[in-house]
């Protein structure tokens, strides 16, 4: 399934240890796109363990991840404004 991955840290006493784990973690299942937008190919498997470990960090009460899933990458549109980063030319 093609994933869409987004988060918002809060930024406090423990924030920027949460930030650099969540970031690790979402880089070594996705691409990073964005700050915090990463995108990718997943299986189900994939896609359960990924949420385990983000699990660990996340904070539900300060903290905000969404993942926008889709059968395939290709039941979606995508449009740039200003720069276009080469890291995302594999996905049309």
Partial sequence: MYVVL??????DETG??????TFKICKKY???IQ?????GNLTELQLMKLKR???NYIRSDQDSLIIFKSRDEKWLVK???GINDDKTSNFF
Avoid: C, G, Q, W
Wanted: charge should be negative; glycine fraction near 0%.
């Fill in 35 to 39: 700050k915090s937008v990463f995108e």
């Fill in 6 to 11: 987004i988060y918002d840290i809060t930024m």
């Fill in 79 to 81: 449009e740039f404004m």
């Fill in 53 to 55: 470990e983000l699990n």
């Fill in 16 to 21: 920027p240890k949460v930030l650099r784990n």
């Fill in 30 to 32: 996705l691409t990073h």
